[in-house]
């Protein structure tokens, strides 16, 4: 038999390819505000702006993706076709002369990630046991985060190959590693159709778990103080550090994500992905308060780690908890309505955070996520699940996450 607790061949390839495009997305993504503010001589508004857009198509998407996803009971196109796109989008970053191709790139890189999000953890939680969740999307943003760790390196390395004035080519260079992901995705990953669900599912606010509604609300106000990553990296550079430091302090952020990643997941299998959120929400706030009141770039360093360790607490446990806590029969709709919802958040916090930093001072944006993620964290205590463990009693047919299909279509099983 089996082991619950190994990992599907499913998961790790989702697992490698995502480490392949992250080598590419991350060879680029640090770089994009330095090429459009030193380079094509964007103002910093401009750069709030385009993120805003970009990271708000990426989630908007999502729950569009998602309903599909399980109306069609199909994961593998969305997720093929999504990668692709992110592929194509570098070649785009490649061409630009001015910010609106940037804007562009931006676009199709993200919108490549709406299409295929959804789908793709529909996967990853279809292909694990219910038990062994946690550890399924732990492994996933670790080897995800690995890539976003070594990519910065590689465009550090091209920097110095080709000269700083030439990111062009690095922008093209990214090509390559997301085309292996998408080969190996093609060839590797197989669909697994949910076994419960024999009618196309309608998604309704009243099909919606009391827990997931909570963590949506919470999540939102989160969200709101939550800016794009950009603005870490412009923080250190308004500290004075060089471009290559703010880069490779970048690459600790993404190295502690990704090394935690995989013991953060295992362990909110055990005590539940509830704590571990609570958790990431107040570490959060001290990261945000900190990097808005330092002024040293020494700090700096310490500060980029802190926001790893806050990243794995939170970027694969939320997808476990709402994996424990919504319904199985929209699970895919479900990951986008909550990405839809972050996306909507995301916008408005990094357009905020380009006029607090512009308009009042660079401390600003991070002070004000500080307080957001305070509040978040005392509702998410006072009205989430966060108690109790991650498992599911399988001999009952029952738990958060089950709708009342799944329930009689299990105890149907058990009868038959």
């Not at 197989?190 to 509604?213: D, I, V």
């Not at 952020?253 to 990431?280: C, E, I, P, R, W």
Request: hydrophobic share 50%; proline share 3%; net charge positive.
């Amino acid at each position: 038999m089996k082991d619950k607790k190994s990992l599907s061949v499913n998961v790790i390839v989702l697992g490698i390819v995502s480490f392949f495009n992250d080598v590419a997305s991350e060879m680029v993504y640090p770089i994009i505000p330095l090429f459009l503010t030193s380079v094509l001589g964007a103002p910093v508004e401009l750069v709030g702006l385009i993120e805003g857009i970009a990271e708000s198509t990426a989630s908007f998407l999502k729950v569009v993706s998602g309903w599909l996803s399980d109306r069609f009971q199909k994961r593998k196109i969305f997720t093929v076709f999504g990668y692709s796109l992110s592929t194509i989008s570098k070649l785009v970053l490649g061409l630009a002369l001015g910010w609106p191709m940037i804007l562009l790139g931006r676009f199709l890189d993200r919108f490549g990630k709406g299409i295929r999000t959804s789908a793709r953890d529909a996967l990853i939680a279809e292909s694990s046991a219910r038990e062994n969740v946690g550890r399924a999307f732990g492994f996933h943003r670790a080897l995800d985060t690995a890539g976003a760790a070594i990519g910065p390196l590689a465009a550090i390395l091209l920097m110095n190959r080709f000269g700083g004035n030439n990111l062009r080519s690095i922008f093209i260079l990214a090509l390559i590693p997301g085309i292996i992901g998408v080969i190996l995705l093609v060839i590797f990953v197989r669909e697994k159709a949910p076994a419960f669900c024999q009618h196309p599912p309608q998604f309704r606010l009243s099909n919606l778990t009391f827990e997931y509604k909570v963590f949506l609300i919470v999540s939102a106000v989160f969200a709101i103080g939550n800016s794009s990553d950009v603005f870490l990296i412009l923080r250190a550079q308004s500290l004075g550090m060089s471009t290559t430091s703010t880069i490779l302090a970048y690459v600790v952020f993404n190295l502690v994500y990704s090394l935690l990643s995989y013991f953060t997941g295992s362990l909110s299998d055990a005590l539940g992905a509830g704590k571990l959120l609570a958790g990431g929400f107040f570490l959060f706030a001290v990261t945000y308060f900190l990097l808005g009141i330092n002024q040293s770039t020494t700090m700096i360093w310490f500060l980029f780690a802190l926001y790893g360790v806050y990243m794995a607490l939170t970027e694969g446990i939320s997808k476990a908890y709402i994996t424990q806590t919504a319904s199985q029969e929209v699970i895919a709709t479900s990951f986008g309505a909550y990405q839809t919802i972050m996306g909507i958040c995301t916008f408005f916090s990094s357009l905020l955070a380009g006029l607090l930093w512009t308009h009042i001072d660079p401390s600003a944006p991070f002070l004000f996520g500080a307080i957001l993620a305070v509040c978040a964290g005392f509702l998410f205590i006072f009205f989430g699940k966060v108690n109790g463990s991650g498992n599911w009693d399988h001999r009952s047919g029952s738990g958060a996450g089950l709708s009342a299909n799944e329930a009689e279509h299990i105890n149907r099983s058990r009868k038959e």
